[in-house]
């Protein structure tokens, strides 16, 4: 399954995330509420008012929101215009349907064209919302490029290695071969348009590349312990997860310290859900935060348009080690 | 010391492979100027024990460290007899290098290049040595460590460890609890610098908050009574004057 997150043309949302669906929900059932709040506000005859029209709005929405999530992949397929088009043809033919299905239950009811165009109103004001939204959040996409460049790569880190390298040319010319062809891998990923989920591998690959850099500047005082026994590799992650949480691990944990520490990191899967587990030692007087929050930030806005509310990231700070832990949904890639 | 007398070179930074990078560019500095190593050292304190025996002219000090860093480093060289010059390199430190322009104190961005590395240890023997109130304004933060020129050599006493710190005359005194240390600062600035860590009882004494075990009434020559401290480790109990005993109440219930 692939996800087109497209920062500049509008996108349909993901119909099989449950945050999109509550979202839904939330915004039909906010409207009838309106509906009925307009017809009289004594709470009895509201009482009813609001059974009534949930008595019709509720079929209609269970079924289109069944339908959606049914033809979720099909519907992304299209093209945005084809896919509005495909869209408001199932909202009509639900409306439809559930108008004579309903037709022998409910007495006093209107023309069908009526229901229409309630419909029809309904699907553009969600339809506008979820565009909205969409455009709301995609500048973090956009921004992760920039932020990577200026802030997550820290000069720091990039002037260091360099330095790292220059002093290998002279003693040990392949292994500063390697270690630039590892730093121009980073660079390469860096700079790449990263809207699009990668296999969770390719995240790990670029991490471990990443701490070999490192590794080298700051030799057996960074040690790396990874827990990915129980991982599955076909995996999904937004790119540029682990990365930038690694930096953070290594530039506040590992660096104020001249002896040794330990930074791991656990990934497993739990039913429909990926943890990733990040920890490495902190003491409290390195005090350097404004790097850190900018890239927690800017996950943390990635995960939200790529996951809406099935994500979440937390980051626990105890007397001596700092602690990061992202949940993600499990989606299969592969495919 | 005389011209033609070689350069000694101490490199202190704490990453082995920035240490290699140095040696070799000053390998290749050796070539044209006379100048050799003196040592090289993997943290601040290393450094400062070496520096004496080492008879280094100039120190290339490397800020971020693990620690304490060189800037800290650079304060505590300055109270050797003969203070060496220092070189400061940096990967990248936006705000310090703005500073060390103002103050014109010399600085290396790494990856060091040659001839920055050569210019730079060519006029160092011209260099104006730096100034304390220069490198105190370069780091405010508080130092994690006092030290004290013990017969040539920089002895360091962990910040932790103070005691007190009692104005007398031209010095400080400074107490842990093994001994006493004597130092050139003034009582007002130590006050300002370790303002979270101790509190003035007097006008000549600031004590640290982590050695108050409780205060006791004693009784003076005149029969009048007043409030003393008693310390966790040290015997000696100290008078808090009359205009600072707001700080009885406020220590003795958290006691």
């Not at chain 1, 310290?257 to 990191?265: C, D, K, L, N």
Request: charged residues 25%.
């Amino acid at each position: 399954m692939s996800i087109n997150q497209n920062a500049n043309a509008s996108a349909l949302p993901n119909f099989r995330n449950l945050g999109i669906l509550l979202r839904i929900l939330v915004i039909v059932d906010g409207a009838c509420l309106a509906a009925a709040l307009l017809k009289t506000s004594e709470p009895l005859a509201l009482m009813e008012e609001l059974i009534d029209l949930s008595a019709l709005v509720q079929p209609v929405l269970i079924l289109s929101l069944l339908t959606l999530a049914a033809t979720n992949d099909w519907l992304h397929r299209l093209r945005y215009p084809y896919a509005i088009a495909a869209l408001v043809a199932i909202e009509l033919a639900v409306t439809t349907a559930v108008y004579y299905l309903g037709h022998n239950v409910f007495k006093g009811m209107g023309a069908l064209e009526r229901y229409w165009v309630i419909t029809l109103l309904m699907t553009g004001i969600l339809i506008g919302y979820f565009d909205l939204r969409g455009r709301a959040l995609s500048p973090a996409l956009t921004e992760a490029r920039l932020q990577a460049l200026q802030a997550r790569i820290r000069p720091h880190f990039l002037f260091n290695s360099i330095n790292a390298v220059l002093s290998l040319i002279r003693q040990d010319p392949r292994r500063a071969e390697h270690v630039l062809e590892d730093l121009s891998d980073l660079f390469r990923v860096l700079m790449a348009d990263n809207r699009q989920l990668v296999q969770i591998t390719r995240e790990i690959d670029l991490a471990r590349q990443y701490l070999g850099i490192e590794q080298l500047r700051l030799g057996e005082r960074l040690q790396v312990e990874w827990d990915t026994a129980d991982m599955p590799a076909d995996a999904l992650i937004p790119p540029l997860v682990l990365q930038p949480l690694l930096e953070n691990a290594v530039y506040h944990g590992i660096e104020p310290r001249s002896e040794p520490g330990v930074i791991t990191i656990r990934i497993r899967r739990d039913g429909a859900r990926v943890h990733l587990v990040l920890r490495n030692p902190y003491r409290e007087q390195s005090d350097h935060h404004a790097g850190n929050r900018m890239a927690l930030g800017n996950i943390r806005e990635r995960l939200a348009l790529h996951f809406d509310a099935e994500a979440s990231i937390k980051t626990t700070a105890a007397d001596d080690s700092y602690e990061v832990h992202i949940v993600i949904p499990y989606l299969k890639g592969g495919a | 010391m005389a011209g033609d007398q070689a350069l000694r070179v101490l490199i202190v930074d704490d990453e082995t492979p920035a240490r290699n990078r140095v040696r070799d560019l000053i390998g290749d500095c050796a070539l044209k100027l006379p100048i050799e190593i003196a040592g090289e050292a993997a943290t601040g304190r290393q450094a400062l024990e070496m520096l004496p025996a080492c008879e280094a002219d100039v120190v290339l000090l490397d800020i971020r460290m693990p620690d304490m860093d060189g800037l800290e480093v650079a304060q505590h060289i300055q109270k050797l007899d003969e203070p060496p010059a220092v070189i400061f390199t940096t990967a990248y430190d936006a705000y310090a290098l703005k500073a060390f322009e103002v103050h014109a104190v010399d600085y290396l961005l790494k990856p060091i290049r040659f001839g920055r590395l050569f210019d730079a240890l060519s006029r160092v023997r011209t260099l104006a040595p730096l100034r304390l109130d220069v490198l105190r304004e370069l780091k405010p933060e508080a130092r994690t460590h006092l030290s004290v020129n013990e017969r040539g050599r920089i002895h360091l006493i962990p910040v932790g460890d103070i005691v007190f710190l009692k104005a007398e005359l031209k010095y400080v005194t400074v107490r842990t609890a093994e001994r006493e240390f004597l130092l050139e600062e003034s009582l007002a600035k130590l006050e300002q610098e370790f303002l979270g860590r101790v509190v003035r009882i007097h006008r000549n004494c600031l004590i640290a908050k982590e050695a108050i075990r409780g205060f006791e009434r004693a009784t003076d020559a005149d029969g009048e009574w007043h409030w003393v401290v008693v310390l966790k480790n040290v015997a000696e109990k100290l008078a808090v004057s009359r205009r600072q005993q707001h700080i009885v109440r406020e220590f003795g219930r958290a006691l």
